[in-house]
């Protein structure tokens, strides 16, 4: 059986096709927001000085649960340094050497403070940062939305709502210290005031987690 020119035309047509949709893929793999990307860069970044934070808080407590407690925190946080770094590498964006350097310094210097400010306040900041963490990660996913991108959703909501948990672990360890009140005046942050709305209790579920933090603006990072 011999082989036409048309049909020679016909499979070289069907390879062009193919690597032309699959150039159009590529670049589709390309994150075209600058500013999600430099959130990611900063989410990246700020956890790790979050985990060394949190190495510092622990080694400055005595009680073994509340030691046990703070490094289950440290432990998330890694993970969610993993589990951004992924997603960063899914669009080729690059760590930020600037960020790494910056939030070292951070989190190496919020560790070592935690030995000379008493118990009280290693527990408020750590609280009011997760705080602002949260919406953090639930303005991600919607970015990633307006851009058609769901495939993040379940991640970044876990990782959210995972802030979350840990804010509230941090307001029940100081929630009956007769400094709360003043600090919550003053920081905007406490048994009443919190940087996001989400309610641990009454979770929208992943699918209505557009309707959180409206209000929020990012930066508190
Ligand atoms: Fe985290
Ligand atoms: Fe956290």
Same mark, same amino acid.
């Given at each position: 059986m011999s082989i036409t020119l048309t049909q020679i035309h016909l499979v070289f047509s069907v390879v062009s096709e193919s690597i032309d949709s699959s150039r159009t893929y590529c670049s589709i793999? *390309?994150? *075209?927001?600058h500013q999600l990307s430099r959130a990611l860069q900063t989410a990246y970044s700020a956890e790790r000085a979050a985990s060394y934070a949190y190495i510092g808080h622990a080694s400055s407590l005595k009680d073994p649960d509340e030691i046990e407690a703070i490094r289950r925190i440290e432990q998330d946080e890694w993970d969610h340094r993993r589990e951004v770094l992924a997603i960063m590498n899914e669009y080729e964006i690059p760590v930020s050497r600037c960020l790494e350097w910056k939030y070292w310094c951070i989190g190496r210097a919020i560790g070592l403070s935690c030995h000379v400010i008493g118990r009280f306040m290693p527990y408020f900041f750590a609280g009011k940062l997760e705080s602002g963490n949260v919406c953090e990660y639930f303005v991600m996913l919607k970015q990633f939305r307006s851009l058609g991108?769901?495939?993040h959703d379940e991640d970044l909501y876990e990782m959210g709502v995972r802030e979350k948990e840990h804010e509230i672990h941090f307001i029940e360890m100081i *929630?009956?210290?007769?400094w709360l009140r003043y600090f919550e005046k003053v920081f905007s942050w406490g048994v009443e005031a919190s940087a996001n709305d989400i309610e641990l209790e009454d979770l929208l579920g992943v699918h209505r =987690?557009? =309707?959180?933090? *409206?209000k929020f603006r990012s930066g508190i990072r």
């Open positions: 793999m *390309k994150l *075209k927001n991108i769901t495939r *929630k009956d210290e007769p =987690a557009g =309707a959180y933090c *409206k």
